[in-house]
């Protein structure tokens, strides 16, 4: 599991935000763009404001994953393996026994390709929650200091 949840930072909608986007909201939290010594010996406020704009960019970054993902309703993947057994189907001589077995992996492809796609939508909507539960701890720490 943890070789998966690595891999949603590296790569998906968990990846680190880019800092210029963290120094955005930066500049929004603390209403100036600190300067570049105080960003590496920062106070404890600063550095709940750091954290606070790390967790907005990142939160923007799932939202955005969200919304692209919704209009997903099938897997590219699977779609492109189902679509190289009907060219198959298409230009191969076949006997019936072929056919059959070729046309049960259609249907059975099919049927993943929309569950793949629903389990990303699963996966989207885990990640938005996930970023915004972290905002939500990462502004009450930063109000408190």
């Known amino acids: 599991m943890a070789e998966r949840s690595q891999n949603a930072r590296k790569h998906g909608a968990q ?7 963290v120094l955005v909201h930066l500049k ?6 600190p300067d570049a010594g105080d ?17 907005e960019a990142r939160l923007d970054q799932a939202h955005a994953h969200y919304v692209k993902v919704q209009d997903t309703h099938r897997d590219a ?17 076949l006997n019936f026994r072929e ?25 989207a909507n885990r990640y938005l929650s996930e970023a915004w539960s972290k905002r939500g701890r990462a502004l009450q720490t930063y109000l408190e200091t």
Not at 28 to 33: A, K, Q, R, S, V
């Open 15 to 21: 990846a680190e935000p880019p800092k210029s986007l």
């Open 77 to 93: 993947e699977f779609d492109n393996l189902m679509d190289g057994v009907e060219d198959l189907l298409y230009f191969a001589r």
């Open 39 to 55: 960003l590496i010996y920062p106070t404890p406020k600063l550095a709940a404001a750091i954290h606070l704009a790390a967790c």
């Open 28 to 33: 929004y939290i603390l209403g100036f763009t």
């Open 99 to 123: 056919v059959q077995e070729a046309l049960s992996r259609i249907l059975k492809m099919e049927k993943f390709s929309t569950f793949a796609a629903n389990r990303e939508k699963k996966r």
